[in-house]
């Protein structure tokens, strides 16, 4: 094939490997849901997420919750894959508006493009990229919420792409950013703390047992004039900080520290506790009276804030009526999403 003169060469397309392809570019058949359904249906029914995909955690328990009556006005804060959007929106009925955040340029866009394929544009929907933490400054331009659902849990799309470096199982730069575009990347953000800051990161956001001695091997590798700044030399920090534990426990320790540490390094670069105390304090007033809240935590640092809220305002007669215990996902959900096994729900109801 020639253009302008040149021999220009044809580019085969990636094949599938195999029936299971590891390498994220690789998965091009689960990264195009609308045209391999089967494999989509395939990998979800082996109790898999696809790559490039999310799936919605609590969907019933949130609808039964919700009680979303067709002409009402909701707010998703934290739009992600657009799973409980899209089930909002159908309560609906096509009378109402649905308001979507997230800080997240990358994903946001797909989202709002996917929504709109499946019939709901801005006629019904409004994807703005915002922190949830603004929610005063969207209640202040649209008017109070009827319904408001705040999902707190980074999306399975973000993980399983190794150029965001959310997950120490993939190759990829140590980032961590919900928005790339903003602040400073998680091998930054080491390379400024000290040894005390970072055990105490590791303690505060995930209750990480071996912080001192994550810390330490962290300070050892910068000492001796190492870099940290790929997701595959963190886990391989952490590996060495746990070398002391027994051989039969060591594999599996290793993977929950560096889970862990991962976590804690997610939370501190994106403020995540700091944003969400901001959302807490403001979620009353963004509220219209009988209005309802619903919020999905994945670790004990959130929910501890949530409930924490909930419990004060209620005592202060601003919320009629609070969760007494969590909510949690079925065993029929847990079994076919295992990234559910960790969520709590709660919710509020305002005067």
């Known amino acids: 094939m020639e253009e302008n003169g040149q021999k220009k060469e044809h580019k085969r397309r990636v094949r599938y490997k195999g029936t299971h392809p590891k390498k994220y570019s690789e998965k091009y058949k689960e990264l195009n849901p609308e045209k391999y359904a089967d494999t989509i249906d395939h990998v979800i029914k082996k109790g898999s997420t696809p790559a490039g ?3 919605s955690i609590c969907v019933k328990e949130i609808i039964d919750f919700l009680q979303i009556q067709p002409g009402q006005k909701g707010l998703d804060a934290t739009l992600g894959y657009g799973g409980h959007t899209k089930e909002m929106l159908k309560c609906l009925q096509g009378e109402g508006h649905i308001y979507g ?9 797909k989202t709002k493009k996917r929504l709109e394929e499946q019939g709901f544009g801005e006629d019904i929907l409004t994807v703005k990229l ?4 603004n929610i005063d400054e969207v209640a202040k331009e649209v008017g109070p919420f009827d319904f408001i659902l705040a999902d707190l849990g980074v ?5 399983d792409n190794p150029e965001r470096g959310f997950s120490y199982k993939h190759e990829g730069p140590l980032d961590l950013r919900l928005n790339p575009q903003k602040g400073i990347s998680a091998a930054e953000r080491l390379k400024d703390m000290t040894p005390d800051e970072l055990e105490g990161m590791l303690v505060e956001n995930s209750d990480e047992p071996y912080a001192e001695e994550i810390a330490k091997a962290v300070m050892n590798e910068f000492r001796r004039g190492h870099v940290i700044e790929t997701t595959t030399q ?3 920090v952490v590996e060495k900080a746990l070398v002391c534990l027994p051989k039969a426990e060591r594999e599996e320790q290793v993977k929950k520290a560096c889970a862990r540490t991962f976590q804690a390094l997610r939370i501190d670069v ?3 506790f700091e944003v969400l105390e901001s959302f807490l304090e403001k979620l009353p007033d963004a509220l219209a009276p009988g209005g309802r809240a619903a919020i999905l935590t994945f670790h004990s640092g959130e929910d501890r804030l949530v409930k924490k809220s909930f419990k004060e305002f209620k005592k202060a007669g601003v919320y009629r009526d609070v969760a007494r215990d969590v909510i949690r996902p079925s065993k029929e959900e847990c ?3 295992s990234r559910a096994k960790s969520t709590k729900m ?3 109801v305002k005067e």
């Open 130 to 133: 915002m922190n949830f933490a």
């Open 155 to 159: 999306s399975s799309m973000q993980i």
């Open 101 to 109: 955040l997230d800080v997240d340029p990358i994903e946001s866009a």
């Open 270 to 272: 994106n403020s995540e």
């Open 53 to 55: 995909m999310h799936i």
């Open 234 to 236: 963190l886990r391989d």
């Open 346 to 348: 709660r919710w509020a």
């Open 335 to 337: 079994l076919y999403n």
